[in-house]
Every structure is written in structure tokens, then in C-alpha cells.
């Protein structure tokens, strides 16, 4: 799993979405755990979401449950985080990170790949 891009940030208004995606390349992405983490200027790397191997599994950050929902098409190798009812917290720089040992934690130190990151802001 050596490369990781997402893509789907940019401005909205507050009460939108956007759905962002993450595809990562490798034949082993059917077996890593997938997360989103998000960092604002200013603040520490925080966990957003996360989603099992399987897809069947998921973990989120309170801030962002209820409103924020992370998938996976293996097919594709790409996993998304659809976000919905957006609010001004929730801009940050949107990083997809990559698992090779499954796991779907809060923790950072789990993950071994990381993308460069995507932007989203939220107008209020």
C-alpha cells in the first residue's frame, strides 16, 4: 500500500456535504483497516472514522457520529467518507491512512500510509 490520494475536499456552506475518497494503491488493500483523521491549523491530527477490512466494522469520533459515514468498495480499492450536515469545526485538512495490520483504531500509530491530504472548509 504505497501510495494514498484522496480527493472531494473544498468549500461549502454550512448544513452541506461532500463525500471524500481515498484510493490506495496495492493488491492488499481487501486487507487493511482504512481511517480518516483531519487536523486544523493550529491543532493536533484527530481521528475522524475509520472502517474494518471488511467494510462490516466501523469507528467513529463522537463529533462526527450521526453525520459522517465512512465506506469501502474493495473492488475499487477506494474508500470514502461521505459528510453530511457539515458545521465550521469540521474544516481541516482531511488525511486517508492506510493499515497494513487490519486495524481500524482511533490511534494514528496503527496506520503505516498516509495521503497527502485533502481541504475541506466549512462556510458559516
Known amino acids: 500500500q504505497g501510495h494514498v490520494v484522496e480527493s472531494g475536499g473544498g468549500l461549502v456552506q454550512a448544513g452541506g456535504s461532500l463525500r471524500l475518497s481515498c484510493a490506495a494503491s496495492g493488491r492488499t488493500f481487501s486487507t487493511a483497516g482504512m481511517g480518516w483523521f483531519r487536523q486544523a491549523p493550529g491543532k493536533e491530527r484527530e481521528f475522524v472514522a475509520a472502517?474494518?477490512?471488511?467494510?462490516?466494522?466501523?469507528n467513529y469520533a463522537d463529533s462526527v457520529k450521526g453525520r459522517f459515514t465512512i465506506s469501502r468498495d474493495n473492488a475499487k480499492n477506494t474508500v470514502y467518507l461521505q459528510m453530511n450536515g457539515l458545521k465550521p469545526e469540521d474544516t481541516a485538512a482531511y488525511y486517508c491512512a492506510v493499515s497494513s495490520s487490519g486495524s481500524y483504531s482511533y490511534s494514528p500509530v496503527n496506520y503505516d500510509y498516509w495521503g497527502q491530504g485533502t481541504q475541506v472548509t466549512v462556510s458559516s
Open positions: 472502517i474494518s477490512r471488511s467494510g462490516v466494522s466501523t
